[in-house]
């Protein structure tokens, strides 16, 4: 057995599949023919007894009517004779069991030995392989007592189940074949796309994710809808490696600007700066400011990596969005003095959203970094709450410097400044609204930032309001 299951669990799946489909279809045969044979047995039996209970009445009333003798019994032969079936023999026993008449078609006297009866009594034997029904039935005739049996050789109902059982072994047969054939042919229909997929994996593996994808039919069955599924994962590995590989790109590139310049004044401090204090001096002024951009960065690139690899949060309380904006905006007023924030928040009163209370205001004081950052001589800032159907948005403007429209659809991108001077000198990084864009994703909110140069921008937040 187990040895049957070592082999049948290496088997390809497409022979498993024939097995099992012919295994199958083989039970559920045997189990229709069974039936079958057991249904027609039964009605050809009854049938049989049907027939004999028929001749048994006739003879009975002719012996009965005639109030016979029994030696008019024994002449009557000839009418026994004609009552009498193919394969059925009929005896007229008398009180003691003696045949007085005995009248057969092919059945030899010596299978069944007579009986006598006291009541009316019908059943199936066998004599070999020979199935016989009996009837026996008491006769009072006149002065004669005595008992009517009828033997009959049930030839039909052999000839019949030899049939079904030849058509039964011939028919198993057929079918197992053709089923099996069905289920080859089935499972070689399904394994293909399969196949083809397992093919193309290979050659990924080989030859890199770029190259290779499956080819999927029009068809819109399962094994089409996972090879689609399967190339939408692999075109998504590709684009988060070709993001990785950039990142890592853009990552260098941003730290080696400071760490040659720090490199360039520490070689400077080398050669000349030791004993000059207005080198040295310099120098490592410029050194510090450098390691605080470092930091600034590496910072940034942690924030940026947590926020992308938190997943959608649905299971955070709700807060109460206004008192959350105006705190932050009380703190952050109070480090710019020299700025002046007006506010209109009356609309977000008493709405609520599904964010951390520590999320909310790193969003908020990345664009209102921003908007300080980039305020240019404007010195005021504009903070409002707006409802509209089943989100709230929270807009953040300033009247700067602006934004070219060519730059709008790349704010987000990480590293992405639109002037890389100023905003060094300012202390960006370029990755504060693609921090911001990362975690409004993560409670299903929106950032969208419009902007006229020279006049101003407007970044807004947006998040689905949260109803009890
Ligand atoms: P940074 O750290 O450089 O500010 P961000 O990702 O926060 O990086 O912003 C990307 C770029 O978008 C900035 O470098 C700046 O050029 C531009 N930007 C963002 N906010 C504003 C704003 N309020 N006004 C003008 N330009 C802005």
């Not at 497409?14 to 009605?43: H, P």
């Not at 392989?129 to 009828?150: A, C, H, K, W």
């Not at 940026?304 to 007023?333: C, K, M, W």
Request: contains cysteine; negative net charge.
């Amino acid at each position: 057995m187990t040895t049957l299951k070592f082999i049948f669990s290496r088997l390809p799946i497409r022979w498993k599949l024939a097995v099992w489909s012919s295994l199958l279809l083989c039970i559920l045969f045997i189990l229709y023919n069974g039936v079958q044979y057991f249904t027609i047995n039964q009605w050809m039996v009854s049938e049989g007894e049907v027939s004999i209970r028929k001749s048994m009445n006739e003879i009975q009333n002719f012996f009965q009517e005639k109030h016979m003798s029994a030696q008019e019994i024994v002449n009557s032969r000839r009418f026994v004779e004609d009552m009498n079936d193919p394969h059925q023999m009929i005896r007229i026993l008398n009180q003691q069991g003696t045949p007085l008449l005995s009248v057969s078609d092919e059945i030899p006297e010596d299978w069944f030995p007579p009986q006598t009866a006291q009541s009316t009594r019908i059943m199936t034997a066998w004599h070999l392989e020979d199935q016989v029904l009996i009837m026996r039935s008491p006769l009072n005739s006149g002065g004669f007592t005595g008992t009517i049996e009828i033997i009959n050789n049930m030839e039909n109902l052999e000839k019949v189940s030899d049939k079904i059982k030849g058509v039964m072994i011939v028919g198993g047969i057929g079918a197992i074949v053709l089923s099996a054939l069905g289920g080859i042919f089935l499972s070689r229909q399904l394994i293909r796309p399969i196949q083809s997929m397992t093919d193309t994996m290979t050659r990924i593996r080989k030859k890199g994710l770029h190259e290779e994808r499956v080819q999927v039919s029009d068809n819109n069955d399962e094994l089409s809808n996972l090879g689609r599924v399967f190339n939408g994962l692999i075109d998504q590995l590709e684009r988060s490696f070709q993001q990785q590989k950039q990142f890592v790109e853009d990552a260098s590139h941003e730290l080696r600007t400071p760490i040659s310049i720090i490199e360039g004044h520490i070689s400077l401090l080398n050669r000349w700066g030791k004993h000059d204090p207005a080198i040295l001096d310099e120098s490592l002024s410029v050194s510090v400011q450098e390691l605080e951009r470092l930091k600034g960065i590496v910072n940034d690139l942690l924030e940026l990596t947590r926020a992308e690899s938190g997943t959608s949060e649905q299971n955070v309380p709700a807060i109460d969005i206004r008192h959350t904006v105006q705190y932050t905006l009380t703190n952050f007023a109070m480090l710019h003095p020299d700025m002046i924030f007006r506010k209109e928040l009356t609309p977000l009163e008493k709405v609520q959203i599904h964010i951390t209370p520590q999320h909310l205001e790193q969003l908020l004081l990345i664009v209102l970094d921003n908007a300080v950052k980039y305020a240019g001589s404007s010195k005021e800032i504009l903070v409002t709450g707006t409802l509209e159907r089943d989100e709230v948005y929270i807009h953040i403007t300033d009247y700067g410097i602006g934004i070219p429209a060519e730059d709008l659809p790349y704010l987000f991108d990480r590293f992405y400044r639109v002037d890389k001077a100023r905003s060094r000198e300012q202390g960006g990084t370029g990755l504060g609204l693609a921090i911001a864009k990362q975690l409004v994703k993560r409670y299903n909110g929106d950032i969208r930032v419009s902007s006229i140069e020279h006049i101003g921008t407007t970044v807004t937040l947006c998040f689905p309001i949260y109803r009890v």
